[in-house]
């Protein structure tokens, strides 16, 4: 299987000394859902530039730890080969840690899941009014598989 990840940060942001991770964990979460011929951007930013995003897109005029933009498109590159650009993932560098915090796990836990939830939703899953909670079994299969895909990267460890 191939796919593609690009990846950025939000210009006058430092970039993570974790950014380089970022591809070979998402490329092995994409084999294990059997995603093949996609590329998906992820961006890296603030919370004021998410906020933004989050009060155009969403209407919600504060920031978010992860939003996701669906594409969808396809297209060819110079070698032939054909690609879905499956979307893009936007994750707040400053609400990770506080995420972190709340949920009482790592930062590395934390990316993971911001990650994995930013490629589900992307692939068009949804949890509607359902969100992760501590100690809350998940109900809505998005959050399922969600969690089962945290327990199989469990020991990944892509923040440090």
Request: include cysteine; glycine fraction near 4%.
């Amino acid at each position: 299987m191939a796919n593609r990840i690009l990846l950025d940060v939000e210009e006058n942001v430092a970039q993570p000394h974790w950014i380089s991770n970022i591809e070979p964990f998402l490329l092995e979460v994409m084999e294990e859902l059997s995603y093949d011929k996609e590329e998906v951007s992820v961006f890296f930013c603030s919370d004021a530039f998410i906020q933004n995003l989050n009060r155009e897109y969403r209407n919600i005029d504060a920031p978010t730890d992860v939003l996701s933009f669906e594409n969808g498109e396809e297209y060819t590159d110079d070698q032939g080969d054909s690609w879905k650009s499956v979307g893009d993932i936007v994750i707040s560098l400053e609400t990770l840690p506080k995420n972190a915090q709340y949920f009482e796990v790592s930062c590395n836990e934390e990316l993971k899941r911001l990650l994995i939830h930013g490629l589900l939703h992307l692939h068009g899953l949804d949890h509607g009014d359902e969100h992760v909670e501590k100690g809350v079994e998940p109900v809505c299969e998005m959050l399922r598989i969600q969690k089962r895909l945290m327990q199989r990267f469990d020991s990944a460890d892509i923040y440090d």
